[in-house]
C-alpha cells in the first residue's frame, strides 16, 4: 500500500497539504504554483480533528475594510466534524443540490422527482475500487438513462452502505419523475449486469437497482440530505481507498445547460424552495448553515452600501489565514455557520503624548486604527 503521509494544515495558506509545496514558500516558481492549486500532497490522513475548523480565512470589504472570518473545514467524510449528519458541509452540499432537485421535481406535475439507485454485486466490487472505474461506470449509466429520455440528471457515489468500513459502492441519480413499464427497468438492469460483467470478468447472474418517484417537496428535501450525508466514515482499515479517491469529484450534474437558461432555471428553483421553506417553519433546521460564502459586507449593507468581501492578501500577495484561536477576540457576532464579523484591529505605532510621562514604559507606540 502507497505510504501515507501525516501532517497538520500549511501554516502559509491553511490548506491540508505540506508547507514545502506551497506557493508561499517559493512564489517565483510556476510549477510550485500548480501544486499550491491542485494542493497534490493528501496528508492529515486520520488527524483531522486536529486542524478541522480551527482555521480561518480573513475576509475584507473593499470599500470600509470590514474584516471577516470564515472557517476551513476539511470535508473529509471520516472526520470527527465534516462527518457527522447535518454538519457544515453537509448541509453546505445539500444547498448546492437543492435547487437542481426542486427544478427536477417540478418538470413533472404528476411524478415529481424520480430517484435511481444502481448497486454493486459483491463479486465485482473490487474491480471498481479506482476512481477512474467508478467514473466510467457513471458515465455508462447516464448515457444509459438519457436513452430513457432522462437527459438531466444529479447523480452522487455512496462508497459505502449500512456496514460500517465495507466498500459497497452504489450510485444514486436524480431525474425528472415518470412513470415505467416492466419492460424499460428490465432493459436497463440488463444493461448494467453486461455492463459490470465487461468490467469485472466474473459471472454476474443478476444485479439490483431501484427506482421510485416522489410528489412530496418535503420528501424532496429528505432525498437530497439523504443523498449527500457522508458515508465513509470509518477509515481504518480504508486508507489506501481514501488515497485512491483523493480529489475525486463525488457530484456531478449533467444536462442543466449553461449561461442564460441556467440561471432562469437556478432562480426559477430556488424561489420554489425558499417558498417551502417559509410554508414549513420550523422544519428546516439549516438556514444558519447556508449561502455561507455571503460576499456583501454586512455592516456596509445596514448602511446602505453594497461592498463586497474578498480574502485579505498578505504582504507576499496569498490569502490571510489565522487561527482560530487568534480571531476569536476580535469576534463580534457569528452571522451564520462559521462565518464571523470581525472588530477592526489595534496597531501600536508611536507612543500616545498623553501617556508617555505617566508611565513611559507602558507602551512601545501608539493607536493606529486606519
Known amino acids: 500500500m502507497q505510504e501515507i503521509k501525516i501532517g497538520a494544515s500549511c501554516p ?14 517559493d512564489s517565483s516558481q510556476e510549477q510550485e504554483r500548480q501544486k499550491f492549486t491542485h494542493r497534490a500532497e493528501y496528508i492529515g490522513l486520520g488527524d483531522e480533528k486536529d486542524f478541522c ?6 475576509l475584507t ?8 472570518a470564515l472557517l476551513i473545514y476539511c470535508g473529509r467524510e471520516w472526520c470527527e466534524v465534516c462527518g457527522e449528519f447535518n ?6 452540499r445539500s444547498e448546492s443540490m437543492m435547487w437542481r432537485a426542486f427544478h427536477l421535481g417540478i418538470q413533472s406535475k404528476v411524478f415529481g422527482l424520480g430517484y435511481f439507485v444502481f448497486t454493486v454485486p459483491y463479486q465485482c466490487r473490487d474491480s471498481l475500487r479506482k476512481k477512474r472505474v467508478l467514473r466510467d461506470a457513471e458515465r455508462f449509466l447516464l448515457s444509459l438513462l438519457k436513452r430513457y429520455g432522462f437527459s438531466e440528471t444529479v447523480s452522487k457515489w455512496h462508497l459505502f452502505g449500512d456496514d460500517p468500513g465495507v466498500f459497497h459502492p452504489h450510485l444514486n441519480i436524480l431525474v425528472t419523475g415518470r412513470w415505467m413499464r416492466d419492460s424499460e427497468l428490465n432493459a436497463i438492469r440488463e444493461a448494467w449486469r453486461k455492463y459490470l460483467k465487461m468490467v469485472s470478468g466474473e459471472m454476474v447472474d443478476a444485479v439490483d437497482f431501484k427506482y421510485q418517484y416522489f410528489k412530496a417537496q ?4 429528505d432525498l437530497v440530505r439523504y443523498i449527500c450525508r457522508p458515508t465513509f466514515r470509518h477509515l481504518q482499515g480504508n486508507e489506501d481507498l481514501a488515497l485512491e479517491f483523493y480529489r475525486f469529484r463525488n457530484y456531478s450534474y ?3 445547460g449553461s449561461g442564460t437558461e441556467l440561471d432562469k432555471k437556478r432562480s426559477e428553483a430556488k424561489a420554489l424552495y425558499a417558498l ?9 433546521k439549516a438556514d444558519k448553515y447556508f449561502d455561507v460564502h455571503t460576499v456583501i459586507c454586512e455592516k456596509c449593507s445596514l448602511e446602505g452600501v453594497m461592498s463586497k468581501l474578498s480574502p485579505r492578501q498578505t504582504f507576499n500577495g496569498f490569502r490571510e489565514v489565522r487561527s482560530f484561536e487568534e480571531i476569536q ?11 464571523y464579523s470581525l472588530s477592526s484591529p489595534i496597531i501600536l505605532t508611536n507612543k500616545p503624548e498623553n501617556l508617555v510621562e505617566d508611565n513611559p514604559e507602558s507602551y512601545e507606540g501608539g493607536y493606529d486604527t486606519s
Open 12 to 25: 502559509s495558506c491553511g490548506l491540508f497539504h505540506i508547507h514545502g509545496n506551497c506557493v508561499s514558500s
Open 53 to 58: 475548523g480551527k482555521r480561518a480565512i480573513i
Open 61 to 68: 470589504c473593499k470599500r470600509f475594510l470590514h474584516d471577516h
Open 87 to 92: 454538519s457544515y458541509k453537509h448541509l453546505k
Open 218 to 221: 418535503h420528501k424532496w428535501v
Open 254 to 256: 449533467k444536462g442543466f
Open 276 to 284: 417551502w421553506k417559509v410554508d414549513n417553519k420550523g422544519e428546516d
Open 329 to 339: 477576540p476580535r469576534i463580534e457576532k457569528e452571522l451564520r455557520h462559521g462565518f
